[in-house]
T-cell receptor, first 113, second 112 residues
Framework: DVKVTQSSRYLVKRTGEKVFLECVQDMDHENMFWYRQDPGLGLRLIYFSYDVKMKEKGDIPEGYSVSREKKERFSLILESASTNQTSMYLC????????????FGPGTRLTVT | GNSVTQMEGPVTLSEEAFLTINCTYTATGYPSLFWYVQYPGEGLQLLLKATKADDKGSNKGFEATYRKETTSFHLEKGSVQVSDSAVYFCALRENTGNQFYFGTGTSLTVIP
């Protein structure tokens, strides 16, 4: 079974801190994604990556950056956390090709105080 | 552009009731369509999918048919259980790239 793991289930950080969210997948997927999920807004794409060292901005990249140095790992970085970045963060991965679904991690609930 | 619209929730049903959650899409090509389910405190997991027109996806008693003529992919289940209480997301994957597009989710609560 495909497994997508995220480094933390719950995280509490202070305003201005640099925050790293890590995601690892074990099925050699080319594509990896970071979303944030907020009530009433569904899933919003922050960044995705279709290959090592490649990245594309999603719908809401402001305030975030990403890193993909290895195929299995995709990191989301909040350079200077703010309270409006309090949210559930979901990582996903998929194979390339239209017919393939995404596999999601369990999510990280980040609270910025 | 690509987008997915699904019915607003929350939806509350009694056990053994019939479920329909509507989903319509806009796409520039011929996308693949998916339903995901999210149980409380968890990530999303694939419920079913359909990759071309008239395909029917099914799993755990749920089913949805890819209707190109009405650009729809409605989720149905004949008899819901309390354990089906979750948030359901309709999604599409464009045929020209790697992005997925999600609806805003529909919360379902099934009461005994």
């Amino acid at each position: 079974d495909v497994k997508v793991t995220q480094s933390s289930r719950y995280l509490v950080k202070r305003t201005g801190e640099k925050v790293f969210l890590e995601c690892v997948q074990d099925m050699d997927h080319e594509n990896m994604f970071w979303y944030r999920q907020d009530p009433g807004l569904g899933l919003r794409l922050i960044y995705f990556s279709y290959d090592v060292k490649m990245k594309e901005k999603g719908d809401i990249p402001e305030g975030y950056s990403v890193s993909r140095e290895k195929k299995e790992r995709f990191s989301l970085i909040l350079e200077s956390a703010s309270t409006n970045q309090t949210s559930m963060y979901l990582c996903a991965s998929s194979l390339s090709g239209q017919n393939y679904e995404q596999y999601f991690g369990p999510g990280t609930r980040l609270t910025v105080t | 552009g690509n987008s997915v619209t699904q019915m607003e929730g929350p939806v509350t049903l009694s056990e053994e009731a019939f479920l329909t959650i509507n989903c319509t899409y806009t796409a520039t090509g011929y996308p693949s369509l998916f339903w995901y389910v999210q149980y409380p405190g968890e990530g999303l997991q694939l419920l079913l999918k359909a990759t071309k027109a008239d395909d029917k996806g099914s799993n755990k008693g749920f089913e949805a048919t890819y209707r190109k003529e009405t650009t729809s992919f409605h989720l149905e289940k004949g008899s819901v259980q309390v354990s089906d209480s979750a948030v359901y997301f309709c999604a599409l994957r464009e045929n020209t790239g790697n992005q997925f597009y999600f609806g805003t989710g529909t919360s379902l609560t099934v009461i005994p």
